[in-house]
Each structure stands twice: as structure tokens, then as C-alpha cells.
């Protein structure tokens, strides 16, 4: 399978053919689902909540998503791999957003970048893609805008938060992003955003009428029970798996069944 590049991402939309994209932030995960032909790979900040344990995703830094990027681009030998910006990253100043954006290219890997908000970002998006870095954008419920939304909330349900949302799409399309993500808004709004633009819209928990999907990887599996949200869906459960091996290996070191003579040199 040939390396996939944005031109496949924005074909894949004309041709009506879904986009599948699950969060990695590791050498093993990535290898299976690059190898599984998952079409992008996001090295998401969500890795502070799911892997770091934080509560949010507003701590996680730039040597992190560097690391983490890292591993997974060494992982990675056909899907598009695209690294989140973290909080403080690319607020500051149009410069400082573009040596983040760089950084995470240069130094760790990725192809593409994702950065969250709508029009208040729209110039910073366009500093970057003028630079040739690739931009994802991310709307509708930002998680690193939790203080303002006072929680985890679904957006844009009234008329007024709708508008906005539609303007968001607009904006960052107009920008220069080749894709956006649709977070945590109602399915017709999601519906009426990806029938309006040209570019690929990519939903969580934003119904199905989305070009694409994207999921936590540790939500997938089972492996996070902190929460499950709605629109997450198990696909397996392996935290059973995982603690009955643990616990297995931790019984026959207590009991001397483990290690054998199998297991030793002689
Ligand atoms: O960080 C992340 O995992 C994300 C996706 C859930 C879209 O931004
Ligand atoms: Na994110």
C-alpha cells in the first residue's frame, strides 16, 4: 500500500468514499491500524487524557506531542499521519503557530497538522498551509475550549451557535484546511456543514452524514472506562483481556509456576 497523501484524502469526498481514521499514540497501535488500512492516523492531544491521565487535554505540551508523533510516524508506511497542536501551541502568535507546525513535521513526522477553533484561527490556519504544511481543522465542541464551554457539551444546537458553526466551516475551508473535524454537534447541522463545503468533514459524535469518522483508539477497545460517551462505540473490549493476564502472570510468580526451565539459560 502506497503512502497516502491529502490529494487521495480530498478524492476519497468526490468519490463518496468514507474516510476512516482512529487516534494513535504509539509504535504498536499505529503499526495495526496502518496495517489494518486505517486512511489517517491522528497523534491527538487526547493522549493527555487517555494515556498521560489528565482530565482534560489543556496540559499536554509540545515535547509530548512531539514524542508521541515520533512513535507513531516510525509506525506508520501508508496512512496519513496528522498531529495534534496542543493548548498554547499556536494561540499565541502566527509565528510561534508556525514553528510549532513545523516542529511537529520536521522534528517528529507528521504530514499534517490539526488545530482547533473556527474564524478566530482562520488567519493562523493559512499562515501555516502557506508554509506547506497541511492543516486540519477542528470544530463544534473543541476540547481545549472546556473553560469557556463550562464542560464537555454538545454545540451548536441553538440557531444562533448553529450560524456560527456553519461560519467556522466556512472560514476554515476558505483558510486552506484540507479537512475539518466536526466534534460533538447535531447530526443535521453536521449534515447541512459537509454538504456545504468541498473539502472532507470528519465527525465524533457528529452523525453519519460525515465524509469520515474518527474515534479514541482507547475508546474502541474498551480500554478507557474513566467515561463513555454516546457516540463512542466498542468495537472490542480488551481491558478483560489485559487483566487477566496481569493477574495470571502475577500468580505464577507468586506460586513458582513462571518462570520454567523453558523460560531459562542455561
Ligand atoms: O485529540 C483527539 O483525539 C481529537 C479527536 C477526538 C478528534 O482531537
Ligand atoms: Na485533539
Do not use: W
Not at 480530498?10 to 491500524?33: C, G, H, N, W
Not at 491527538?44 to 509540545?62: A, C, E, K, Q, R
Not at 469518522?213 to 468495537?235: A, E, N, T, W
Amino acid at each position: 500500500n502506497k503512502q497516502k497523501t491529502i490529494l487521495d484524502i480530498a478524492a476519497m469526498k468526490q468519490q463518496r468514499e468514507k474516510i476512516s481514521v482512529l487516534t494513535a499514540y504509539d509504535y504498536p497501535f499505529a503499526k495495526l491500524m496502518d496495517q489494518a488500512g486505517i486512511d489517517m492516523i491522528l497523534v491527538g492531544d487526547s493522549v493527555g487524557s487517555v494515556v498521560s491521565g489528565y482530565d482534560n487535554t489543556l496540559p499536554v505540551t509540545m515535547e509530548e506531542m512531539i514524542y508521541h508523533t515520533k512513535a507513531v510516524a516510525r509506525a506508520s508506511e501508508q496512512a496519513l499521519i496528522i498531529a495534534d497542536m496542543p493548548f498554547m501551541s499556536y494561540q499565541v502568535s502566527v509565528a510561534e503557530a508556525r514553528m510549532n507546525a513545523g516542529r511537529l513535521v520536521k522534528e517528529a513526522g507528521a504530514h499534517a497538522v490539526k488545530l482547533e477553533g473556527g474564524q478566530p484561527v482562520a488567519e493562523t490556519i493559512g499562515a501555516i498551509v502557506a508554509i506547506d504544511i497541511p492543516v486540519v481543522a477542528h470544530i463544534g465542541l473543541t476540547p481545549q475550549s472546556i473553560h469557556r464551554m463550562g464542560g464537555f457539551k454538545v454545540q451548536g444546537r441553538q440557531e444562533e451557535q448553529a450560524k456560527q458553526i456553519l461560519a467556522d466551516a466556512k472560514a476554515v475551508e476558505d483558510a486552506g484546511a484540507f479537512a475539518v473535524v466536526l466534534e460533538g454537534i447535531p447530526r443535521d447541522l453536521a449534515k447541512e456543514v459537509t454538504e456545504s463545503l468541498s473539502i472532507p468533514t470528519i465527525g465524533i459524535g457528529a452523525g453519519a452524514d460525515c465524509d469520515g469518522q474518527v474515534l479514541v483508539i482507547h475508546d474502541i477497545l474498551g480500554l478507557c472506562d474513566k467515561y463513555s460517551p454516546k457516540f463512542v462505540k466498542r468495537f472490542a473490549d480488551i481491558s478483560g483481556t489485559v487483566s487477566q493476564g496481569i493477574s495470571d502472570y502475577i500468580d505464577e510468580v507468586k506460586s513458582g509456576d513462571f518462570p520454567t526451565i523453558d523460560h531459562s539459560f542455561k
